[in-house]
């Protein structure tokens, strides 16, 4: 194996994988040599609470690799678990800025379970260099910050040493809060804006608290946007001390007369509950950081009320630095039920959402983030792909090696879908489904639907039809789905690999149902044309349809009614049935009256979401029940419209297996309204279901060659 010799040190650290020859996933090594095949033989560094001498190496694949410089691999060495090494390294904006850390600045560490400030003192190297080849750790010796502005000259007895996991914010010394010895008319009197690299309490006397809010709350436009989930907020308690967090749920609880909020703090207090409150779940979140506190309480989180200078105006925002990809061509499997929470959960993360992509953004990351079921094209050999499926495959490639792709990215391939308008419009899902797969991918119509006995039509989704009338007040996809098809006389040719159901409802304006329970598993055997039936009744072949029958409230409403020729005399003898006109089924001749009806199910993969024009996404990703990722790709964002990006993020939501896990009438009696916060979001903005046939993906024969 030839091997290109290097000039320059490099090290690197073990980004995917289970084990590469010598090598795992969060393991440091320094690069010796570099195969023509794009594989790096390296030496191996071991953890420990001393420096590290190289061991014997191996081989691994260079895109199952991050590069480091010898300052970061440093950084990382001292971090012990190799879990908490890749979650840092999964925060680009943390890390770099830790990386760039010197004496004096401004940093929260985690401390004694709770989070503490203080100021950087010494970058102290753990170990001794014995030769050339040992890799010495780094750490931050930290002096803490406490509530007297004298603190910050105070020298301790002693400074413990942290290390980069440890570090949970940075805020440069030029740039320290009012509060926190910083003296208003100092550092030529300018106005830096602070990039929160994530959340920590401001410590203040309670005067000096009450003063700065009251400074923050005069520069706060009165006409604010109303509290809603997701609004960062701040809730000042009587003793002063002031808490910060994200609104995650909106309600009446059982007893109050007013609205009350639930909020997921920035970081742990004593007292604080999960996400329940007296016994009951509304959202998820780590232990002790839920409050629920009256809407009256709550008021904009002032730590990003602040003022930009010129050069602020006229510079570029700030974009997040993005690891190093390079698409190896490969086909890269979805992300394995065991890896999603390392790989996909948290602050960018996902798909990054820029300029009304949102529609984009939730829909690939539900076709391709876990699902099997369009998988073969990423097989595809590189010749046969046109261009822009090989930039979608890089984009599919990229989420699932590194669970971010960013708008840049996207970006590139909405530029080559054709139409100016999807560089720059809001646009629905089906628009973009039809154009994905007609034009990218090359892939025939997943449906093949026949009316009336008529040749089958093809589509690539499924659009409910029907009047609001037929359906209960809260029905289910799979209600929605028989009446549908039996209303509209449309079957199903065969049995898809994937189906995509559309909701009655049109973009924000419309929804004919408030709420929509969803079905975990779709049945349609009795949506099949030409396919052997059961009897409702007695079980045995069915030869008879009745639409008249779906809404009859002693008949199990809101199903499909098929019978036997004996079955249809006798349920039709009833008085309120007398009008029912029953339709003859075609029965293939080869099929007995004996015979088993075999059930044809689907399975419930993914939701997409609209509220206020925007699109989320749910996504099942394992077989555990509770295994259900939220996604949205402009969650959060920084700066303003013309200077600042989007922030995606994916959150856990096991709260909503919870849900889909109750029977059909215990659904049917729950009250969404006091629902947790994200299983009320999908029963009252879901927009489309997503199915597929278990264990299978798209025939090969489905695919036009170019």
Known sequence: METIPLLKEKFFIVTRGKSWKGFYRGCIGRVESETQRGE???????????????????????????????????LLFFISSVNKRLELLCNPQLFSAICELTVDDLVVVKHRKGHQP????????????ENKDDLQMLGFEVEFVDNAPASLSKKPAHMPLFSAADIIQVVPSYSIPLGLNSNPGQHGGTNKKVLRMNSMPILRSHGQMKEKRTEQRSSINTSCAPLEVGSMVEVVSNTGVTVYGVVRWLGVLEGKNSEWAGLELDYDVNGCSD??????????????????VPVTKCNPDSRFVCSFTASDTDSQAEIPSVPPYVDSEEYVAPIAESEVMSLLVGRMKGIQ???????????????????????????WPADTVQPIASTLRKIVNRLRRQGFVPAASVMNFRNQLGCDTFRTDEKDPEEFITILFQKVLGIEPLLKLRSRSESYQGAYTFQIFLEKE??????????????????SDVKFEEMPSCLIVQMPRFGNKFKMFSHIIPSMELDIADLLYNSPRQCFICGELAEHECLQCLPDQKLHPGRIKQYCTTCNT????????????PKPLAVPAEVSAASPAARHTLQLFAVLCIHTSHYVAFVKYGSDPHSWLFFDSMADRWGDDQRGYNIPEIRACPELGDFLSM????????????????????????????????????????????
């Open 570 to 581: 006798q349920v039709h003898r009833h008085p309120s049935r007398l009008g029912h006109s």
């Open 40 to 74: 790096l033989m390296g030496l191996l560094y071991s953890g420990g609470s001393n420096a590290g001498g190289p061991k014997k190496g191996g081989v691994v694949r260079k895109e199952d690799t991050y590069p480091l410089s010898r300052h970061q691999a440093q």
């Open 470 to 487: 037929q359906m209960a007040q809260i029905p289910t996809v799979q209600q929605l789905m028989d009446t549908s098809c039996l209303s």
């Open 118 to 129: 203080g100021v950087v003192k010494n970058l102290m190297q753990i170990g001794k260099k």
């Open 353 to 379: 959402g820029h300029i009304n992509s949102c529609y984009l953004d939730a829909t690939l990351f539900s076709l391709f983030s876990s699902s099997v079921t369009l998988d073969n094209i990423c097989r």
């Open 275 to 292: 996400g329940t409150y007296k016994g009951q779940r509304f959202f998820t979140c780590k232990i002790s950081r839920a409050l629920f």
């Open 663 to 706: 029977s059909e009438e215990e659904q049917a009696r729950a009250n969404p309204s006091c629902a947790p916060e994200l299983v009320r979001r999908l029963l009252c903005d879901s927009y489309m279901f997503l199915y597929q046939k278990p264990a299978m993906t798209l025939s090969s024969t489905n695919h036009q060659e170019p």
